[in-house]
């Protein structure tokens, strides 16, 4: 079953513009993970944020976490065209044996 | 550095058919190994685990199966395919802990039954 569910499910934007996607999840984390995954590609990992963390930064990416609403945002600032993809996010949790992948957010920048 | 490579990338199996997909990962050892499927325009699916020879774990049951020959070769196989079976596999490793390590995906394999 789901666990995490990004929101939403497909996102358009001009370049230049932010683009913030949300995840959503049911149970109790150790960590939360987002991962990028261009059309018809393997999915690459992005950025991993601990449960006890309530913001980190790559680069342009900006994740934040809150355990209490068991949700988790990924912003991505001044998007360019590159940044097309799919983005998921990815739990683990108490119990379970392997990271759990939410139905992804399509993202679509428009140059 | 690691590298993770799988094969065929695409394939057209009638039903019936069986399947043989492979995957095998280079500059590490022991890794985690895992099979996800991923249906058209949604998450990922997983389908099994192994965290070393011999040694699989099944998360959904179904058609399919898997093995772990060498540490760093895994296999995904079905008898005979069924329709639902279609979907893009993505093979992944990870090391440490199931459930914390980062992934490292391979570049999928697209299986269209017929």
């Known amino acids: 079953s789901q666990q995490g569910e990004e929101d939403p499910q497909a996102l358009s934007i001009q370049e230049g513009e932010n683009a913030t996607m949300n995840c959503s999840y049911k149970?109790?984390?150790?960590?939360l993970q987002w991962y990028r995954q261009n059309s018809g590609r393997g999915l690459v990992h992005l950025i991993l944020?601990?449960?006890?963390?309530r913001e980190k930064h790559s680069g342009r990416l900006r994740v934040t976490l809150d355990t209490s609403k068991k949700s988790s945002s990924l912003l991505i600032t001044a998007s360019r065209a590159a940044d097309t993809a799919s983005y998921f996010c990815?739990?683990?949790?108490?119990?379970?044996?392997?990271?759990?992948f939410g139905s992804g957010t399509r993202l679509q920048v428009q140059p | 550095s690691q590298t993770i490579h799988q094969w065929p990338a695409t394939l057209v199996q009638p039903v019936g058919s069986p399947l043989s997909l492979e995957c095998t990962v280079e500059g590490t050892s022991n890794p985690n190994l895992y099979w996800y499927r991923q249906a058209a325009g949604r998450g990922l699916q997983l389908l099994f685990y192994?965290?070393?020879?011999?040694?699989i774990s099944s998360e959904v049951p179904q058609n399919l199966s898997a093995s772990r020959p060498q540490d760093r070769q895994f296999i995904l196989s079905s008898k005979k395919l069924l329709l639902s079976d279609s979907g893009f596999y993505l093979c992944?490793?990870?090391?440490?802990?199931?459930?914390?390590?980062?992934?490292?995906f391979g570049e999928g394999s697209r299986l269209t039954v017929l």
């Open positions: 990815a739990t683990d949790g108490t119990g379970r044996r392997a990271l759990t």
């Open positions: 944020i601990r449960s006890n963390e």
């Open positions: 192994s965290v070393g020879i011999g040694q």
């Open positions: 992944a490793w990870s090391r440490g802990r199931l459930d914390t390590g980062e992934l490292f």
């Open positions: 149970t109790s984390i150790n960590n």
